[in-house]
């Protein structure tokens, strides 16, 4: 797997993602959800330069010129709910794009500790050769990306696979990294170090869904 960390190399980047970290700034949700979009569309304009161009002809009020404009057939997958912000910021630079939704959830047994992805609603239109992006804004185990993944496989096999996630754990790299095929990218804004015994991100930030979104009652 192509692996692109954008947190090596400072950028404007690292005020949005300290954002969402902050406990205190992260409280305002639509801010937060914001910076999840903002990060989006970083994400997605280093993405675009891995992708295929080919040479069109404008004419301009003055002249004609050359210019490459995006081929790719896109087909944008989020994960609900927490995804919605960062489909949008994805969506923003890919504003042609298909687009697909899936639910994936974890769902915990007995031990708290321990949980299974339930994948449940799902509307997505043909990958049958074209650029799949599957947005997660948490990647920590990288069982939910691998589920869905799985998940749209009756819907044909897209040409070229990008996943793309905000912060990730190292445990969830690793995972996603010998999972999908070696040609797949991974773009990410920041990779953290470890999960605690829930399988959250540390330090991470919380829940990104409940963040942007407001607390859910179900568990």
């Not at 903002?38 to 050359?66: D, W």
């Not at 490459?68 to 994960?79: A, F, K, T």
């Not at 749209?152 to 070229?160: A, R, S, T």
Request: include cysteine; aromatic fraction near 8%; proline fraction near 4%.
């Amino acid at each position: 797997m192509h692996i692109h960390n954008l947190s090596q190399q400072n950028s404007v980047l690292n005020t949005f993602i300290s954002e969402i970290r902050d406990v205190t700034i992260q409280k305002d949700s639509m801010r937060f959800r914001r910076n999840i979009e903002r990060i989006g569309e970083v994400l997605g304009y280093e993405m675009s330069k891995s992708l295929s161009f080919k040479n069109s002809e404008i004419k301009t009020p003055l002249a004609s010129c050359s210019m490459g404009l995006l081929e790719n057939d896109i087909v944008l997958c989020s994960i609900l709910r927490a995804g919605i912000p960062l489909h949008n910021g994805l969506l923003n630079y890919f504003d042609t794009a298909e687009n697909a939704f899936i639910s994936a959830y974890r769902h915990h047994k007995e031990n708290p500790e321990s949980f299974e992805i339930i994948v449940e609603y799902l509307a997505c239109p043909d990958l049958e050769n074209k650029t799949l992006i599957l947005a997660d804004p948490m990647l920590a185990t990288g069982q939910s990306m691998v589920a869905t993944f799985e998940a749209l496989k009756p819907f044909g096999i897209p040409k070229e696979v990008h996943l793309v996630s905000v912060i990730g754990a190292q445990e969830g790299v690793d995972y996603v990294n010998k999972t999908f095929n070696k040609n797949t990218h991974l773009w990410i804004a920041a990779i953290d170090e470890t999960l605690n015994d829930k399988g959250y991100i540390i330090p991470g930030l919380g829940d990104a869904g409940d963040l942007a979104f407001g607390k859910k009652l179900q568990q």
